[in-house]
């Protein structure tokens, strides 16, 4: 009988339950794609990440239910949490390579924030999509169109925090997800990040919508360094630091359960 080692992390959470859940599985080598697939699933989370080690580094892959994605924050945070925990990880950074995003720099900070160094998102100013204003059900101040995700700017927090898609429209947008954002009543910016097209109505905190959310939100307000609220049930706090082409977005992490998985 064959086994994987399965942990599940609370990312950028101060405490159990908070944050975004994600599943982490460390590998000898890579599974059968459509294994790995069938685990995604069968843990119905946001993200299931697969590492790989090789050498000093380390190769990720992130699947949701339904798909393999291109870039993860919060499931990068959670696997170098178990790295750093559970398998005695030698220094405090770690460096993740991705076939899809290229190298992802993670340090572990003596505050115990965790930092992820992603690639900046390049955002291109579009015309409004009736279909997404007719999905969230309020027309935005301004629309971007980033690597895989649109990026929807409102007037005020109390109006993000009101919206109710309509999910089975916004699962016609022909995008990875959708990020709505506003400046923030106690922090710099809050954002909600909806993907029904991945099985994720909503996404609790959205590490990777940070690279579209930093830039678009330090040029506006004219600082490097910012505090983000992701305005889900769960909620979650981001710290974001823009460095032009590179984004460092820093969060805390909690260990939920650790346990075996019968292949």
């Known amino acids: 009988m064959k086994t994987q080692k399965i942990?599940?992390?609370d990312a950028f959470a101060d405490a159990l339950f908070q944050g975004n859940p994600a599943a982490v599985c460390i590998l000898v080598s890579w599974l059968p794609e459509d294994v790995m697939q069938k685990i995604a699933m069968e843990?119905?989370?946001?993200?299931?990440?697969?590492?790989?080690?090789e050498g000093k580094h380390y190769h990720i892959r992130w699947f949701t239910p339904e798909l393999e994605v291109d870039l993860?924050?919060?499931?990068?945070?959670a696997s170098a949490y178990v790295l750093f925990h559970n398998y005695s990880?030698?220094?405090?950074?770690?460096?993740?390579?991705?076939?899809?995003?290229?190298e992802l720099i993670v340090q572990r900070e003596k505050s115990g924030y965790i930092t992820?160094?992603?690639?900046?998102?390049?955002?291109?100013?579009?015309?409004?999509?009736?279909?997404m204003a007719e999905a969230l059900?309020?027309?935005?101040?301004?629309?971007?169109?980033?690597?895989?995700?649109?990026?929807?700017?409102y007037e005020s927090e109390d109006i993000i925090r009101s919206l109710k898609?309509?999910?089975?429209?916004?699962?016609?947008?022909?995008?990875?997800?959708?990020?709505?954002t506003s400046p923030g009543k106690e922090a710099d910016m809050v954002s909600r990040f909806f993907a029904p097209r991945c099985?994720?109505?909503?996404?609790?905190?959205?590490?990777s919508a940070h690279t579209s959310l930093t830039p678009y939100w330090s040029k506006r307000l004219g600082k490097t360094e910012l505090v983000a609220k992701q305005l889900s049930a769960r909620g979650g706090t981001i710290h974001c630091t823009y460095l032009g082409d590179r984004v460092l977005i820093s969060g805390k992490a909690v260990p939920y359960l650790s346990g075996e998985i019968i292949l």
Do not use: M, W
Not at 43 to 53: C, D, G, Q
Not at 90 to 100: A, E, Y
């Open 165 to 180: 898609p309509n999910f089975f429209l916004l699962d016609e947008v022909e995008a990875r997800g959708v990020i709505v």
């Open 43 to 53: 843990n119905n989370l946001a993200e299931t990440a697969f590492v790989v080690p």
């Open 89 to 102: 990880h030698p220094t405090d950074t770690i460096h993740f390579f991705s076939q899809r995003s290229g």
């Open 7 to 9: 942990y599940q992390i």
């Open 137 to 153: 059900g309020k027309t935005p101040l301004k629309t971007f169109k980033g690597k895989t995700d649109y990026l929807l700017v």
């Open 199 to 207: 099985g994720i109505n909503e996404d609790p905190v959205t590490g």
């Open 116 to 131: 992820l160094n992603f690639p900046t998102d390049t955002l291109k100013e579009v015309p409004p999509s009736q279909k």
């Open 72 to 77: 993860c924050g919060h499931a990068t945070l």
